[in-house]
């Protein structure tokens, strides 16, 4: 009985393993058909797909190409700073007044 668990144990880790090989890196991801894509003239690419369900709601999402995965090693700590830093206010809004505001309009 223990000779029949190792070897489904060993099976089941060399088709795991197995499966890595089969994927393709390189290839993109498929954009769903139903979302319609766009780029602005200041390079920002938005998305943007109906959705029936919740009913006259809107959802936003916001998605930054950065982060500490893509820092060089003299950069490190950047993108985590840069995220706190986006909460300290602005010209526009005293600190945390930003994220008051975006729960108020409901975001």
Do not use: C
Not at 7 to 20: C, D, E, N, R
């Amino acid at each position: 009985m223990k000779y029949k668990i190792r070897i489904f144990g060993l099976l089941a880790l060399l088709l795991t393993a197995w499966s890595g090989f089969a994927q393709n890196l390189q290839d993109k991801l498929p954009v769903d058909p139903q979302v319609k894509v766009g780029k602005l003239p200041n390079g920002l690419t938005y998305y943007i797909r109906q959705n029936a369900k919740p009913e006259n709601k809107v959802e936003l999402r916001l998605v930054v190409n950065a982060g500490s995965i893509l820092e060089d090693d003299d950069q490190q700590g950047l993108a985590h700073f840069t995220e706190h830093m986006a909460f300290n206010g602005t010209k526009n809004f005293k600190k945390n007044d930003l994220v008051s505001y975006l729960q108020s309009i409901g975001v």
